[in-house]
């Protein structure tokens, strides 16, 4: 068991939320959503004394990948995660960027994740949940509690917050604070949307914080109360 520090950055001209997550015990990091500015990612990492060893990605949005190539050049072989069901959307550069402006990402993940499965990258024990919705292959990472670890949070402006073992959960735009990611680009479905919310708010712990692709960090516990989902 080891004890987990988690970064969140707000990057690029949408304010996505990236986290570096890093292993305080052998100091392994996992990138999760590198949207964009990958100096500045690595010099966060680097703060923390992480060594990177995987780039986690919630879905193919070029708001949250942007930074990839950068950050394969810098540490070349590193895996590149995603669900295996948002495949279509990484091979067809088209359907990341939306309609009204933006640029193309180009990622190729190399490894293919499904529902249930757990990464062991970092020792993080990272379970995989499919959340269509946002994007027919949307992903939420869950960082569960597991008994003798500790996680803290890096906050610019309110600095190390010590979470005990609370779980955390990686939600990219499935689920917001007080909302939730929009379904009208490619491969989106509110239906899909509802059902992936419902699976979230009713299955994880209530003190669970949840860290979105946008926005401000919540609870599984407060969300649920807020949209009514019992």
Sequence with gaps: MADFTVKMLMVGMLGTNCSILVNEETKEALIVDPGDEADRIVKEMAGMGGRPVAILLTHA?????????????????????????????????????????????????????????????????????????HTGGSICLFLKAREGEKRSLLRSRTGREELGDAGILFAGDTLFYRSYGRTDFPTGSDEAMWASLQKLLTTLPENTLVIPGHGQITMIGYERRVKGIR
């Design 61 to 133: 949005h070029y708001d949250h990948t942007m930074a990839v190539g950068d950050l394969l050049r810098r540490f070349p072989g590193l895996p590149v995660v995603a669900g295996a069901k948002e495949r279509v959307m990484f091979e067809d550069d088209s359907l990341n960027c939306p309609p009204y402006g933006g640029v193309p990402s180009v990622v190729r993940p190399n490894v293919w994740v499904a529902e249930g499965e757990e990464l062991a990258f970092a020792g993080a024990g990272l379970k995989v949940l499919e959340t269509p919705g």
